[in-house]
């Protein structure tokens, strides 16, 4: 799996967990709508200045953000 779906797919689970929309998440972490959907949706290259951004709104830290199965090296 591409890492830019496994960031997005990991960022639509914590934004579901916390139980707010793309819109609440966006306006959080000072982004655009549309581009928080095409994050979660694989379809953008997120800048680590962004995806701290989102992590932040996330009220997670960088950690707990990779600390999960989809980013765990099989081997």
Do not use: P, W
Request: glycine share 2%; no cysteine.
């Amino acid at each position: 799996m591409d890492i830019k779906v496994k960031i997005g797919h990991r960022i639509k689970e914590l934004r579901k967990e916390l139980q707010v929309t793309q819109q609440t998440l966006a306006f959080k972490s000072e982004l655009d709508k549309t581009y928080v959907n095409e994050v979660e949706n694989g379809k953008r290259n997120i800048s680590v200045i962004n995806l701290e951004k989102l992590i932040v709104a996330l009220e997670v830290d960088v950690k707990t953000f990779f600390d999960s199965a989809s980013f765990k090296r099989t081997e």
